[in-house]
């Protein structure tokens, strides 16, 4: 469990170095795909085993954003959600053209697409209810792992005094993820933010170029 400056728990941040069934599992181990749930998972390392071992409860997925001239008037911008090599659950797709086209927003859009996917998968499968969202995105780990609660306690307003962007559109995917966790309806599920390296992430990263290329 990972844990802030002040030695509070951060329940939504996953790393593996803190956790006690990941920290003895090598990264490249770490992750494996599932042939039969079509789905990637931890794996985990105990005292009673001598190897590594799938946990049955986890599903890792990587969500990635992209943006081609960002920052001008010919921006386009596109989402990726990976769940494994030839997944059916792989996803992606470009952000409607009616909405700003940023680097930010595209990754936004695929948490939102992954979340989605996510809530069909276990609502099949209940066994599934360890949640890691694997991004490279640094800003989209903070949010939603560290700052949303103290946002929405500011109406949206952030440490420096201006506005949060995208603040109203975070808070729904956290309300999202509330739900998940602890509504009668659907919740149970718990739901980490892992922050990966890019070299991590290039198979997210090829399906939102994938949006893009065909454009």
Same mark, same amino acid.
Request: overall charge negative.
């Given at each position: 469990?990972?844990?802030?400056?002040?030695?509070?728990? #951060?329940? /939504?941040?996953?790393?593996?170095?803190?956790?006690?069934?990941?920290?003895?599992?090598?990264?490249?181990?770490?992750?494996?795909?599932?042939?039969?749930? $079509?789905?990637?998972?931890?794996?985990?390392?105990?005292?009673?085993?001598?190897?590594?071992?799938?946990?049955?409860? @986890?599903?890792?997925?990587?969500?990635?954003?992209?943006?081609?001239? &960002?920052?001008?008037?010919?921006? /386009?911008?596109?989402?990726?959600?990976?769940?494994?090599?030839?997944?059916?659950?792989?996803?992606?797709?470009?952000?409607?053209?009616? /909405?700003?086209?940023?680097?930010?927003?595209?990754? #936004?859009?695929?948490?939102?697409?992954?979340?989605?996917? #996510? @809530?069909?998968?276990?609502?099949?499968?209940?066994?599934? @209810? !360890?949640?890691?969202?694997?991004?490279?995105? @640094?800003?989209?780990?903070?949010?939603?792992?560290?700052?949303?609660?103290?946002?929405?306690?500011?109406?949206?307003?952030?440490?420096?005094?201006?506005?949060?962007?995208?603040? !109203?559109?975070?808070? $729904?995917?956290?309300?999202?993820?509330?739900?998940?966790?602890?509504?009668? !309806?659907?919740?149970?599920?718990?739901?980490?933010?892992?922050?990966?390296?890019?070299?991590?992430?290039? !198979?997210?990263?090829?399906?939102? &170029?994938?949006?893009?290329?065909?454009?």
């Amino acid at each position: 469990m990972a844990y802030d400056e002040y030695g509070e728990e #951060i329940r /939504r941040l996953f790393v593996p170095s803190e956790d006690p069934c990941s920290r003895l599992v090598p990264l490249q181990q770490l992750v494996v795909y599932d042939t039969s749930k $079509q789905i990637s998972q931890l794996q985990m390392k105990v005292l009673a085993k001598p190897d590594p071992f799938p946990n049955p409860s @986890s599903m890792v997925v990587y969500i990635d954003g992209a943006c081609r001239n &960002n920052g001008t008037p010919t921006a /386009r911008a596109s989402y990726g959600v990976y769940f494994g090599p030839n997944s059916p659950y792989n996803s992606y797709g470009l952000l409607p053209a009616s /909405r700003p086209q940023t680097s930010t927003l595209a990754e #936004i859009e695929a948490l939102s697409q992954a979340l989605k996917i #996510i @809530s069909e998968v276990t609502d099949r499968d209940f066994k599934l @209810s !360890e949640i890691k969202l694997a991004t490279d995105s @640094s800003f989209l780990v903070d949010s939603m792992s560290k700052w949303m609660e103290q946002w929405i306690e500011n109406e949206g307003v952030g440490s420096r005094g201006t506005r949060v962007a995208h603040f !109203e559109v975070l808070k $729904q995917l956290h309300d999202k993820l509330d739900y998940m966790e602890y509504s009668d !309806e659907g919740g149970g599920r718990e739901v980490q933010f892992w922050h990966i390296p890019r070299e991590m992430n290039r !198979e997210a990263d090829a399906l939102a &170029n994938r949006a893009l290329d065909g454009a």
